[in-house]
């Protein structure tokens, strides 16, 4: 490459002048009266920024590091977008999230579980011409002796990965699984995206072929024109490609073009450098060779350059300890600590919406001071209050103003309990989230061990929707102390199906009373009511399963479940229960763990 370091001293001279004699203001380019204002801050900033050039030069880099090299397992974690491989002398770990996309070559790692085991060998590592694929050819018993490939794709967002299987190129494992034109799924035959069909992908663009491209285009539209239609390029090297002159853009694209097409052409001279950093607006970009408007530094190597370039990632976020742990577990933890954050969140919002008790005790006051002045089956009246002010009362048309009354005094002790029981909820819930966010700090510096994490956590929700274990239920299973089984819906979406689809017609139907909770299913199928022990144990669940957690004597409405119907239209979860019968319970979550849960 002595060739381009003579030319990269000529266009840093280019650089140095403007069209007006003076110098380049903010990384624009001038050049002559046949060059373009060209600006480089338009660059999205990412962590690294795929062109074809660069790809075709990291592949083959990958194949002088890893051809050989024996592979052990592939890890495809779809939650952090990381494809990692698993060598037997060292990690490679491919970030694939479109906001950090990096590379990273780390000491070796045990395989964990879920990791895709192979005996085999890296055959070969290449990318196609003027595309951004890499491949990796995988040769070895087992499986691996099937054509078995890892096709890595560097399109703009869209970032993803697959292992393929056979001739057919079948997807056995993909990181983001997508719909669309290119199906990237398992099971699909994976397909190359459409080819660029630029002009020059084998280095075999004459001159006259490159001025009758660029010549009669405006200076300001070249850049599009030559990435839309030339191989090799793109919206990061075009400027290097059309200065100082089309001419000497053109000898040095034909350059850069061989090089790609041919590894011979492409061996540095000793002692030139093999890869460049170039300073950009959105930080350190690795490159081939360097870029006219940007700063740059020589590196090692094109790994190491890519390596250096996201340094500042890798400190900000440890990396080989968490591959120690399973990407399913680290998941699991995320999940936990999702969970406790929502539940705190939650208490924290009831506990602000309590309703006042005294103003609630001094309505029911009201209610009975002024019973002569009240008529039967009204929503609301206006009452003299004992100030003598005007005071809107709210009342339950199908009661009586006694029991409206009552009504009252019980939603006032209902909040004075919520203000004493909630705050301790809340501690507990503040204590556990504590507890898993130092899980996972200990988990990411690799000081904790996977068994003793795994027993820590509570069951993946995404392990419970099948997939090679027990079916998905939409309710959870409880066995009463009389033996009973009891079934309590796991959310609004879900109670409908346990209602209609999971129950007998002579099933006990409970939910608690005029509060937004879960459905439950006492079974039974024998006549007469069920005993009473088991019919409010059920009743205890379908109170802690509802808005009516924090009471201590909630009523819960019981019906057999043939009675219970859905009204056409309804909201999910919404039904109209008939010859209904009411108990109050109290909601005590001791009860959960005097009875065995099943699910």
Same mark, same amino acid.
């Given at each position: 490459?002595?060739?381009?370091?003579?030319?990269?001293?000529?266009?840093?001279?280019?650089?140095?002048?403007?069209? +007006?004699?003076?110098?380049?203001?903010?990384?624009?380019?001038?050049?002559?009266? !046949? /060059?373009?204002?060209?600006?480089?801050?338009?660059?999205?900033?990412?962590?690294?920024?795929?062109?074809?050039?660069?790809?075709?030069?990291?592949?083959?880099?990958?194949?002088? $590091?890893?051809? =050989?090299? $024996?592979?052990?397992?592939? $890890?495809?974690? =779809?939650?952090?977008? +990381?494809?990692?491989?698993?060598?037997?002398?060292?990690?490679?770990?491919?970030?694939?999230?479109?906001?950090?996309?990096?590379?990273?070559?780390?000491?070796?790692?045990?395989?964990?579980?879920?990791?895709?085991?192979? &005996?085999?060998?890296? $055959?070969?590592?290449?990318?196609?011409?003027? %595309?951004?694929?890499?491949?990796?050819?995988?040769?070895?018993?087992?499986?691996?002796?099937?054509?078995?490939?890892?096709?890595?794709?560097?399109?703009?967002?869209?970032?993803?990965?697959?292992?393929?299987?056979?001739?057919?190129?079948?997807?056995?494992?993909?990181?983001?699984?997508?719909?669309? =034109?290119?199906?990237?799924?398992?099971?699909?035959?994976?397909?190359?995206?459409?080819?660029?069909?630029?002009?020059?992908?084998?280095?075999?663009?004459?001159?006259?072929?490159?001025?009758?491209?660029?010549?009669?285009?405006?200076?300001?539209?070249?850049?599009?024109?030559?990435?839309?239609?030339?191989?090799?390029?793109?919206?990061?090297?075009?400027?290097?490609?059309? @200065?100082?002159?089309?001419?000497?853009?053109?000898?040095?694209?034909?350059?850069?073009?061989?090089?790609?097409?041919?590894? +011979?052409?492409?061996?540095?001279?000793?002692?030139?450098?093999?890869?460049?950093?170039?300073?950009?607006?959105?930080?350190?970009?690795?490159?081939?060779?360097?870029?006219?408007?940007?700063?740059?530094?020589?590196?090692?190597?094109?790994?190491?350059?890519?390596? @250096?370039?996201?340094?500042?990632?890798?400190?900000?976020?440890?990396?080989?300890?968490?591959?120690?742990?399973?990407?399913?577990?680290?998941?699991?933890?995320?999940?936990?600590?999702?969970? %406790?954050?929502?539940?705190?969140?939650?208490?924290?919002? @009831?506990?602000?919406?309590?309703?006042?008790?005294?103003?609630?005790?001094?309505?029911?006051?009201?209610?009975?001071?002024?019973?002569?002045?009240?008529?039967?089956?009204?929503?609301?009246?206006?009452?003299?209050?004992?100030?003598?002010?005007?005071?809107?009362?709210?009342?339950?048309? @199908?009661?009586?103003?006694?029991?409206?009354?009552?009504?009252?005094?019980?939603?006032?002790?209902?909040?004075?309990?919520?203000?004493?029981?909630?705050?301790?909820?809340?501690?507990?819930?503040?204590?556990?989230?504590?507890?898993?966010?130092?899980?996972?700090?200990?988990?990411?510096?690799?000081?904790?061990?996977?068994?003793?994490?795994? &027993?820590?956590?509570?069951?993946?929700?995404?392990?419970?929707?099948?997939?090679?274990?027990?079916?998905?239920?939409?309710?959870?299973?409880?066995?009463?102390?009389?033996?009973?089984?009891?079934?309590?819906?796991?959310?609004? &979406?879900?109670?409908?199906?346990?209602?209609?689809?999971?129950?007998?017609? +002579? !099933?006990?139907?409970?939910?608690?009373?005029?509060?937004?909770?879960?459905?439950?299913?006492?079974?039974?199928?024998?006549?007469?009511?069920?005993?009473?022990?088991?019919?409010?144990?059920?009743?205890?669940?379908?109170?802690?399963? /509802? &808005?009516?957690?924090?009471?201590?004597?909630?009523?819960?409405?019981?019906?057999?479940?043939?009675?219970?119907?859905?009204?056409?239209?309804?909201?999910?979860?919404?039904?109209?229960?008939?010859?209904?019968?009411?108990?109050?319970?109290?909601?005590?979550?001791?009860?959960? !763990?005097?009875?065995?849960?099943?699910?």
């Amino acid at each position: 490459m002595g060739w381009w370091l003579t030319m990269c001293s000529t266009l840093r001279r280019c650089r140095q002048i403007g069209g +007006d004699g003076q110098d380049s203001p903010q990384g624009y380019v001038y050049g002559g009266a !046949d /060059s373009t204002l060209f600006s480089h801050d338009y660059l999205p900033p990412m962590s690294i920024r795929w062109d074809s050039l660069l790809v075709q030069h990291f592949a083959r880099s990958l194949d002088r $590091r890893f051809a =050989g090299a $024996r592979l052990r397992a592939v $890890r495809f974690d =779809g939650g952090r977008r +990381d494809l990692v491989l698993l060598f037997r002398e060292s990690t490679l770990v491919w970030r694939l999230h479109p906001s950090r996309a990096s590379v990273f070559v780390r000491e070796s790692i045990e395989p964990a579980e879920g990791d895709f085991r192979l &005996k085999a060998r890296i $055959r070969a590592v290449d990318a196609p011409p003027d %595309e951004r694929i890499v491949r990796f050819e995988i040769v070895g018993g087992g499986k691996a002796a099937r054509a078995v490939e890892i096709l890595v794709e560097l399109m703009g967002n869209r970032l993803n990965a697959a292992l393929t299987e056979g001739t057919g190129r079948t997807m056995r494992h993909v990181l983001v699984r997508r719909g669309g =034109g290119r199906p990237f799924a398992v099971g699909q035959e994976w397909t190359p995206p459409s080819p660029t069909g630029r002009a020059g992908a084998g280095g075999d663009l004459t001159l006259d072929g490159w001025l009758a491209l660029l010549e009669r285009v405006p200076p300001p539209d070249r850049p599009r024109a030559l990435v839309t239609g030339v191989a090799w390029t793109s919206p990061l090297n075009a400027p290097t490609f059309l @200065e100082p002159t089309l001419e000497a853009g053109w000898e040095a694209w034909r350059r850069v073009a061989v090089e790609a097409t041919d590894p +011979d052409a492409a061996s540095p001279l000793p002692g030139a450098p093999v890869a460049y950093l170039l300073e950009t607006e959105g930080g350190l970009q690795p490159y081939p060779i360097p870029l006219l408007g940007f700063p740059s530094r020589s590196a090692a190597g094109l790994i190491e350059a890519v390596e @250096e370039g996201t340094k500042a990632q890798a400190d900000a976020e440890p990396l080989v300890p968490a591959l120690s742990v399973p990407p399913a577990l680290l998941e699991r933890l995320d999940e936990a600590v999702a969970h %406790e954050e929502r539940r705190l969140s939650a208490l924290r919002t @009831e506990l602000e919406g309590r309703e006042d008790p005294d103003a609630l005790r001094s309505v029911g006051d009201l209610i009975l001071a002024r019973f002569s002045e009240l008529s039967s089956g009204v929503a609301a009246t206006t009452l003299t209050g004992f100030d003598g002010e005007p005071v809107e009362v709210s009342l339950d048309p @199908e009661l009586r103003p006694d029991e409206n009354a009552a009504e009252y005094y019980d939603r006032a002790a209902r909040s004075e309990r919520a203000a004493e029981r909630i705050p301790r909820l809340m501690d507990k819930a503040e204590k556990r989230l504590a507890q898993l966010d130092d899980l996972r700090e200990r988990a990411l510096a690799g000081t904790v061990e996977v068994d003793a994490l795994k &027993k820590t956590l509570p069951p993946s929700k995404r392990s419970q929707k099948g997939g090679g274990g027990r079916p998905s239920l939409p309710y959870r299973s409880y066995r009463s102390s009389g033996g009973l089984e009891i079934r309590v819906g796991r959310g609004a &979406k879900h109670n409908d199906d346990l209602t209609f689809h999971h129950s007998a017609p +002579d !099933d006990i139907w409970l939910h608690a009373r005029h509060t937004a909770g879960a459905h439950v299913i006492l079974r039974w199928t024998q006549d007469g009511n069920p005993p009473a022990r088991d019919l409010a144990q059920a009743g205890v669940l379908a109170a802690l399963h /509802s &808005k009516a957690r924090t009471s201590t004597s909630a009523p819960v409405d019981w019906t057999r479940r043939k009675y219970v119907r859905k009204p056409r239209g309804s909201a999910p979860g919404s039904v109209v229960p008939d010859r209904v019968q009411t108990i109050f319970v109290r909601p005590d979550e001791q009860l959960l !763990d005097s009875l065995v849960d099943e699910a």
